[in-house]
């Protein structure tokens, strides 16, 4: 159908807007296409276009997909205060858990964002703080040392 254009992949994911996606379901609910020919006709794969019927059927929101993979990438960002992370978390959270709008918004990594609002998730505020390079206390190390004679008497 489209020829040697068939072959040639852009750069990373493509750009697809909630018109896109629901024109293309209706073309295909409504018998116009099969969900191959029509997937053929917008460059897009039948898998992706099934899923976005299933998705339609279920009465679910078809939303704008944009990739930033900058967002994704790690290199680069800055450092954060534990302020900021509880404000970003906050946010991350109030506007259905978005990570990558997050990222985007605060210029901090996909990733990042994620851990974050998972530690937070099962540790509160305090999981937020970085412990990296942080020397144990005493009775830490009293306490570790109890565990490791249990362990060697077994």
Not at 37 to 55: D, E, F, H
């Amino acid at each position: 159908m489209h020829g040697i254009d068939a072959f040639i992949c852009g750069p990373g994911n493509a750009s697809y807007t909630s018109e896109f996606k629901t024109m293309c379901v209706e073309e295909v609910l409504s018998g116009y296409g099969s969900s191959m020919n029509t997937g053929a006709k917008y460059k897009v794969y039948p898998s992706v276009l099934g899923s976005w019927i299933k998705m339609y059927n279920a009465n679910r929101e078809l939303k704008d997909y944009d990739p930033k993979r900058e967002v994704y990438m790690a290199e680069a960002r800055r450092k954060t205060t534990i302020e900021e992370r509880k404000k970003i978390v906050t946010y991350c959270i109030e506007h259905n858990r978005d990570y990558k709008g997050t990222a985007a918004l605060y210029d901090v990594s996909y990733s990042q964002v994620y851990f974050w609002v998972k530690k937070y998730d099962t540790a509160g505020k305090t999981g937020l703080t970085d412990r990296r390079g942080r020397l144990k206390t005493d009775d830490e190390v009293v306490e570790l040392l109890k565990k490791v004679k249990e362990f060697e008497g077994m």
